[in-house]
């Protein structure tokens, strides 16, 4: 159980154009969700966190023009890359957190790889 | 503010060796201390968490308040555990997670 899943696992885009990408729990409702980035050979930096029906809160320097987050349901949170740029390519992660103690914990995406040309 | 510290990058052992992977953390309230293993090409999964004190794999961590340390231990070390291990931290509240830097397990054969 507490699989969470992402879509799409790779895009490639033009700079200028607007990426979204899907997160969604499969099995459990999930309150609260996270969005990461990695670079290569890095750690994961958080980048905001999202709770079902509000607004998201943004990390200090994560622009939330340009990172929107969507967390409509409890089973799928969205983030939508604005007017890309090359410098935006990275891996975006997700993760899932439920109120269930069986869900008391993150669960994460496989990762979604953004590149902009 | 909560920071976690990885010392290591790199970490290299040879099949049957005992391996420890250091995670130290500074915060000033009661953490929860997390570790999470990403095999190749895989997602990012919890390896095991300090409340529940259990060893999973064969790997064990003990949270040190006194040394800020929540090292994670095997005694003999397996070619499968090769991966990247994170520590992580969340504080009061619960929910937000605080990633150390990664240590790149090695197991040789």
């Known amino acids: 159980g507490a699989v969470v899943s992402q879509h799409p696992s790779r895009v490639i885009c033009k700079s200028g154009t607007s990426v979204k990408i899907e997160c969604r729990s499969l099995?459990?409702?999930?309150?609260?969700m996270f969005w990461y980035r990695q670079f290569p050979k890095q750690s994961l930096m958080l980048m905001a966190t999202?709770?079902?029906?509000?607004?998201?809160?943004?990390e200090q320097g994560v622009e939330k023009d340009k990172f929107l987050i969507n967390h409509a349901s409890l089973t799928l949170s969205t983030l939508t890359v604005t007017s890309a740029h090359p410098e935006d390519s990275s891996f975006y992660i997700c993760?899932?957190?439920?109120?269930?103690?069986?869900?008391?914990?993150?669960?994460f995406g496989p990762g979604t790889r953004l590149t902009v040309l | 503010a909560q920071r976690v510290t990885q010392p290591e990058k790199l970490l290299s052992v040879f099949k049957g060796a005992p391996v420890e992977l250091k995670c130290n953390y500074s915060?000033?309230?009661?953490?929860?201390l997390f570790w999470y293993v990403q095999y190749s090409r895989q997602r990012l999964q919890l390896l095991l968490r300090?409340?529940s004190r259990e060893s999973i794999k064969g790997f064990t961590a003990d949270l040190n308040k006194g040394e800020t340390s929540f090292h994670l231990k095997k005694p003999f070390a397996q070619e499968e555990d090769s991966a990247m291990y994170y520590c992580?931290?969340?504080?009061?509240?619960?929910?937000?997670?605080?990633f150390g830097e990664g240590t790149q397990l090695t197991v040789n054969p």
């Open positions: 993760s899932a957190r439920g109120l269930a103690a069986s869900t008391d914990t993150q669960y």
């Open positions: 099995d459990f409702q999930a309150t609260t």
């Open positions: 999202s709770n079902e029906g509000s607004k998201a809160t943004y």
């Open positions: 915060y000033s309230g009661s953490p929860e």
């Open positions: 300090h409340i």
């Open positions: 992580a931290l969340s504080g009061h509240g619960g929910s937000r997670l605080t």
